[in-house]
């Protein structure tokens, strides 16, 4: 049990509940005791799961590029003392291979969607003066890589709205976690859930073509285990000052400590012109 065990359950809403991080997410908080509002949308697939924990997991159907069904959702889950944004899809393509829709749907998923779901959980988070926004991320969206720049930008929006999130609702009791997985079994680099760019052009193959291939390649084998983040995620809430964003896994710790020291050494090296532009 964690901290929460001695006082009410939280009661959590998940996205993409039903596999993944978010079925990781909705064990662990029911191993803590807490209550679970299950959000996918093949809700027959949470069907085991809400029959294994019995007036503890809440199933609705949601996808959350669906308004109507976002506040259907929401409404039905009633309290939530946790949301977790975890919806979301692999899509793979350079930057001239992705079409507007498919970049489009990635943000209606990954971004709008999210923030949506955050606007309408926010107003009871503030009436109580309590409750915490988790933003399932990416390493990824705070750098990027040739073949997954869409996939990027649609997380990398969602850290900086959150951000500015963090910040505003400080002051009113309400947390902002950003996770940052690196590389876990998942079923992200599935075949059948990556979405791949409608064309794919030749001179992009030994770069975001490459980037297809090892992810194909390492379905099944990454390093990460879901249920060691979803430990890791339930720890930092319990801690009395939260980060706001947390790595997981070596390959996002390393990752993001080479991002930060690249942005660095660009500021080293021109600072001498960044500097002193006034008048």
Do not use: C
Not at 49 to 68: F, I, N, W
Not at 78 to 98: P, Q, S
Not at 134 to 163: D, N, R, T
């Amino acid at each position: 049990m964690n901290e929460n065990s001695s006082a009410a359950p939280r009661r959590w809403f998940i996205t993409g509940a039903n596999s993944g991080f978010g079925l990781a997410f909705a064990h662990a908080a029911l191993a803590a005791g807490d209550e679970v509002v299950a959000a996918a949308r093949r809700p027959e697939t949470l069907a085991g799961l809400a029959a294994a924990h019995p007036g503890r997991v809440t199933v609705v159907e949601l996808d959350v590029r669906d308004a109507d069904g976002r506040t259907r959702a929401i409404e039905a889950a009633g309290r939530i003392d946790v949301l977790v944004n975890n919806a979301g899809y692999g899509i793979l393509g350079a930057f001239e291979e992705i079409n507007d829709a498919e970049l489009r749907d990635a943000f209606e998923v990954m971004f709008f969607g999210a923030v949506a779901l955050t606007r309408q959980v926010l107003p009871q988070m503030r009436a109580r003066r309590s409750g915490t926004i988790v933003q399932i991320s990416s390493m990824g969206g705070l750098l990027s890589f040739p073949g997954v720049g869409s996939y990027s930008a649609a997380k990398g929006a969602l850290e900086l709205a959150s951000e500015a999130l963090a910040a505003e609702v400080a002051p009113l009791g309400v947390k902002v976690l950003i996770v940052e997985p690196g590389a876990f079994r998942t079923g992200f680099a599935a075949p059948s859930a990556l979405r791949p760019a409608a064309s794919r052009i030749a001179d992009y193959a030994s770069t975001s073509g490459a980037t297809r291939e090892t992810l194909a390649n390492s379905h099944g084998s990454q390093e990460g285990d879901p249920a060691k983040a979803a430990a890791a995620v339930l720890e930092v809430l319990d801690w009395p000052e939260p980060p706001l964003r947390l790595a997981l896994g070596d390959d996002a710790v390393d990752a993001i400590r080479a991002k930060l020291a690249a942005v660095s050494a660009d500021l080293d090296a021109t600072e001498r012109l960044g500097r002193g532009m006034g008048v």
